[in-house]
C-alpha cells in the first residue's frame, strides 16, 4: 500500500484553488503574453519591426494598457521573465498596471525543448534545474501562477511512449515544484497540429497523451483542485483535406477531456495552436455549447489568437497604437462571449473550415 506524507497544508490547498478559480471566472481566459525572445522575433518580423527589448516592451504596452473593458474577459496574463520587470512609458511597472485590475499575473517557467534521444525527432522539456529557486522569487514579484509548455508531434510512429511518458512526468514535477511555493501551475501538453493526421487519430493521441498526464499527476502528489490544464484543441491536422465543422471539433475535444481529464481539476484554457483569431474563438464556442456533461471551465489561453489583429494593426507606429489596443480588446471580448457559449459569430469568416463530415467520439 502506498503512502503519501503530507505535501501540502489545508491553507496552501484553500489558496492555490482560489487562484485557479479567479483566472477561469465565468467569462474569463487568459491572455498568453509570454512569447520567448526567439518566438516573438517571428511574430515582429511578420510585421517589420525589429525585434529589440524596446520594442517588445512597447508591444507588451499595447496590451496591457487595454481599459476596464478587459476586466470581465482576462483573469490571467502570462508574463515572459522580461516582461515581468518590465515598465510602461509612464514608469508604472507591468506587474502593478496588470495586479490593480484585479487580474492575476502568470509566468512561464520552462525553458524550451531539447531533443529526446532515441526517438524520431521527438522533445522534451528542460527547466526543472532551479526551478524551486525561480517560483520562490517569482512568487515575490507578484506571480500567482506558472505555465510549462511541452510539446508532441503526430506522425506514423509519434507521439512514442517514452515521449508521452517522459513529457508527462516533467509537467508533473513542474506542477508539484510550483505547488509548494504558492503557484498555480498550468499543465501545457501541446499536441502540434502540423501533419496530415484526421480528426479521430488527434482525438485518439490527445486521449492517450492526457491519460498519462494524469497518471503522473498522481504519482506526484499534484492537488488537482489548485491547477489548470491547457491543451489543445481536438482538430484535424492542418494537411487532413477533410475538414470538420466546429460542432465537430467540440464534440471530440469534449468527449476526449471527459475520458482523461478528472473533475477535480478546475478549468481548462484551451491553447490556440495555429488557428485564426476566428477560427479559435468559434471552436471555444462551440465547446461550451456542445451537449455534454463538462465539469470544468472551458476557456481560453490564447496569444496569436488574442494579438494578430493588434500586431497587424499597430506594425511599429506610435499613431497606430491606440488602434491596436482597440484590437486585442475586441478579440478579448470576443473571446469572453466565447468562454461563456454566448458568441454569435460576424461575418469575418477568418479561414474557418466548415464542410466535411469526420467523426470520432
Given at each position: 500500500?502506498?503512502?503519501?506524507?503530507?505535501?501540502?497544508?489545508?491553507?496552501?490547498?484553500?489558496?492555490?484553488?482560489?487562484?485557479?478559480?479567479?483566472?477561469?471566472?465565468?467569462?474569463?481566459?487568459?491572455?498568453?503574453?509570454?512569447?520567448?525572445?526567439?518566438?516573438?522575433?517571428?511574430?515582429?518580423?511578420?510585421?517589420?519591426?525589429?525585434?529589440?527589448?524596446?520594442?517588445?516592451?512597447?508591444?507588451?504596452?499595447?496590451?496591457?494598457?487595454?481599459?476596464?473593458?478587459?476586466?470581465?474577459?482576462?483573469?490571467?496574463?502570462?508574463?515572459?521573465?522580461?516582461?515581468?520587470?518590465?515598465?510602461?512609458?509612464?514608469?508604472?511597472?507591468?506587474?502593478?498596471?496588470?495586479?490593480?485590475?484585479?487580474?492575476?499575473?502568470?509566468?512561464?517557467?520552462?525553458?524550451?525543448?531539447?531533443?529526446?534521444?532515441?526517438?524520431?525527432?521527438?522533445?522534451?522539456?528542460?527547466?526543472?534545474?532551479?526551478?524551486?529557486?525561480?517560483?520562490?522569487?517569482?512568487?515575490?514579484d507578484g506571480a500567482d501562477?506558472?505555465?510549462?509548455?511541452?510539446?508532441l508531434k503526430i506522425s506514423?510512429?509519434?507521439?512514442?511512449?517514452?515521449?508521452?511518458?517522459?513529457?508527462?512526468?516533467?509537467?508533473?514535477?513542474?506542477?508539484?515544484?510550483?505547488?509548494?511555493?504558492?503557484?498555480?501551475?498550468?499543465?501545457?501538453?501541446?499536441?502540434?497540429?502540423?501533419?496530415?493526421?484526421?480528426?479521430?487519430?488527434?482525438?485518439y493521441v490527445t486521449e492517450?497523451?492526457?491519460?498519462?498526464?494524469?497518471?503522473?499527476?498522481?504519482?506526484?502528489?499534484?492537488?488537482?483542485?489548485?491547477?489548470?490544464?491547457?491543451?489543445?484543441?481536438?482538430?484535424?491536422?492542418?494537411?487532413?483535406?477533410?475538414?470538420?465543422?466546429?460542432?465537430?471539433?467540440?464534440?471530440?475535444?469534449?468527449?476526449?477531456?471527459?475520458?482523461?481529464?478528472?473533475?477535480?481539476?478546475?478549468?481548462?484554457?484551451?491553447?490556440?495552436?495555429?488557428?485564426?483569431?476566428?477560427?479559435?474563438?468559434?471552436?471555444?464556442?462551440?465547446?461550451?455549447?456542445?451537449?455534454?456533461?463538462?465539469?470544468?471551465?472551458?476557456?481560453?489561453?490564447?496569444?496569436?489568437?488574442?494579438?494578430?489583429?493588434?500586431?497587424?494593426?499597430?506594425?511599429?507606429?506610435?499613431?497606430?497604437?491606440?488602434?491596436?489596443?482597440?484590437?486585442?480588446?475586441?478579440?478579448?471580448?470576443?473571446?469572453?462571449?466565447?468562454?461563456?457559449?454566448?458568441?454569435?459569430?460576424?461575418?469575418?469568416?477568418?479561414?474557418?473550415?466548415?464542410?466535411?463530415?469526420?467523426?470520432?467520439?
Open positions: 500500500m502506498t503512502h503519501q506524507f503530507p505535501t501540502l497544508s489545508a491553507g496552501q490547498k484553500k489558496n492555490l484553488q482560489e487562484i485557479a478559480l479567479r483566472i477561469v471566472s465565468p467569462g474569463k481566459g487568459i491572455l498568453a503574453a509570454d512569447e520567448s525572445v526567439g518566438s516573438i522575433a517571428k511574430r515582429l518580423s511578420q510585421v517589420g519591426v525589429e525585434n529589440t527589448e524596446e520594442n517588445r516592451r512597447r508591444y507588451r504596452q499595447i496590451l496591457f494598457s487595454a481599459d476596464d473593458r478587459i476586466n470581465s474577459c482576462i483573469g490571467g496574463v502570462i508574463f515572459f521573465h522580461e516582461t515581468l520587470y518590465q515598465y510602461s512609458d509612464d514608469g508604472t511597472p507591468f506587474v502593478k498596471m496588470i495586479k490593480e485590475r484585479g487580474i492575476l499575473i502568470g509566468i512561464k517557467v520552462d525553458k524550451g525543448v531539447v531533443p529526446l534521444p532515441g526517438t524520431n525527432g521527438e522533445t522534451t522539456t528542460q527547466g526543472l534545474d532551479g526551478l524551486s529557486e525561480r517560483c520562490a522569487q517569482y512568487k515575490k501562477f506558472a505555465k510549462w509548455r511541452c510539446v506514423d510512429t509519434n507521439p512514442s511512449k517514452l515521449a508521452i511518458e517522459e513529457n508527462a512526468n516533467v509537467l508533473a514535477r513542474y506542477s508539484s515544484i510550483c505547488q509548494q511555493h504558492g503557484i498555480v501551475p498550468i499543465i501545457e501538453p501541446e499536441i502540434l497540429p502540423d501533419g496530415d493526421h484526421d480528426l479521430k487519430r488527434c482525438q492517450k497523451v492526457l491519460a498519462a498526464v494524469y497518471k503522473a499527476m498522481s504519482n506526484h502528489h499534484v492537488y488537482l483542485e489548485g491547477t489548470l490544464v491547457k491543451p489543445n484543441m481536438v482538430t484535424p491536422g492542418h494537411g487532413c483535406t477533410t475538414k470538420c465543422s466546429p460542432e465537430e471539433v467540440a464534440m471530440a475535444t469534449v468527449t476526449a477531456l471527459r475520458r482523461t481529464v478528472p473533475p477535480a481539476v478546475t478549468g481548462v484554457t484551451f491553447l490556440s495552436g495555429g488557428q485564426s483569431e476566428e477560427e479559435a474563438s468559434v471552436h471555444l464556442n462551440a465547446i461550451n455549447n456542445c451537449p455534454l456533461v463538462k465539469p470544468w471551465a472551458l476557456t481560453f489561453s490564447y496569444g496569436r489568437a488574442l494579438q494578430a489583429s493588434a500586431l497587424k494593426t499597430w506594425r511599429g507606429h506610435k499613431e497606430n497604437e491606440n488602434a491596436a489596443t482597440e484590437q486585442f480588446i475586441k478579440r478579448a471580448e470576443v473571446n469572453g462571449l466565447a468562454a461563456t457559449g454566448r458568441y454569435l459569430r460576424g461575418g469575418d469568416e477568418d479561414g474557418l473550415h466548415d464542410y466535411g463530415p469526420s467523426h470520432a467520439y
